[in-house]
T-cell receptor, first 110, second 113 residues
């Protein structure tokens, strides 16, 4: 059974601080996606990582993929309140089915 | 206008009722998906379709059925709703290719009493 685990599940951090969200998965895949979900809203695509060593950055967020370790990270730099949301990683194992992590609920405190 | 729309956005129904959730897209994508989201469980795939004639079960298809009426329309049915089907349901689309990025609809909140 494929497992996609995120940690932490809940994260409360102060503005200006840095932190990393981790996404571990249990089977071979070289496609990993990060999404953001605001309360009561749909999912918005943040990053698409397609190969080992891929790194993508957008503003204060940077995502990376290590397919050998089956690990992706989402790094937050100098957090601001607008980044408060739930972040999901998803693994695509066959271009057919996507398996999502349980999500990390991020709250940035002024 | 939104690229992926879902109707209804909210629905409250009773145990045993038949419910249909509808999804339409204007992105011209071939692939469409239905997911449910439960607190603490992330999103789980119910069904997916690569084209009108290709429909596949996902991780949790029991108790659900789907219909792909056209490239742009993909419906999810609960033949006899039960309370543990109370969840937030999302439709998504994607285009075949190297990226396979998914685009999500706004969601349907379903409550089964």
């Amino acid at each position: 059974e494929l497992k996609v685990e995120q940690n932490p599940l809940f994260l409360s951090m102060q503005e200006g601080k840095n932190y990393t969200i981790y996404c571990n998965y249990s089977t071979t895949s070289d496609r990993l996606y990060w999404y953001r979900q605001d309360p009561g809203k749909s999912l918005e695509s943040l990053f698409v990582l397609l190969s080992n060593g891929a790194v993508k950055q957008e503003g204060r967020l940077m995502a990376s993929l290590d397919t050998k370790a089956r690990l992706s990270t989402l790094h937050i730099t100098a957090a601001v309140h607008d980044l408060s949301a739930t972040y999901f990683c998803a693994v695509d194992i066959s271009s057919n089915q996507f398996y999502f992590g349980t999500g990390t609920s991020l709250t940035v405190i002024p | 206008d939104a690229d992926v729309t879902q109707t209804p956005r909210n629905r409250i129904t009773k145990t045993g009722k038949r419910i249909m959730l509808e999804c339409s897209q204007t992105k011209g994508h071939d692939r469409m998906y239905w997911y449910r989201q439960d607190p603490g469980l992330g999103l789980r795939l119910i069904y997916y379709s690569f084209d009108v004639k290709d429909i596949n079960k996902g991780e949790i298809s029991d108790g659900y059925s789907v219909s792909r009426q056209a490239q742009a329309k993909f419906s999810l049915s609960l033949e006899s709703a039960i309370p543990n089907q109370t969840a937030l349901y999302f439709c998504a689309t994607s285009d075949p290719g190297s990226v396979v990025e998914q685009f999500f609809g706004p969601g349907t909140r379903l409550t089964v009493l």
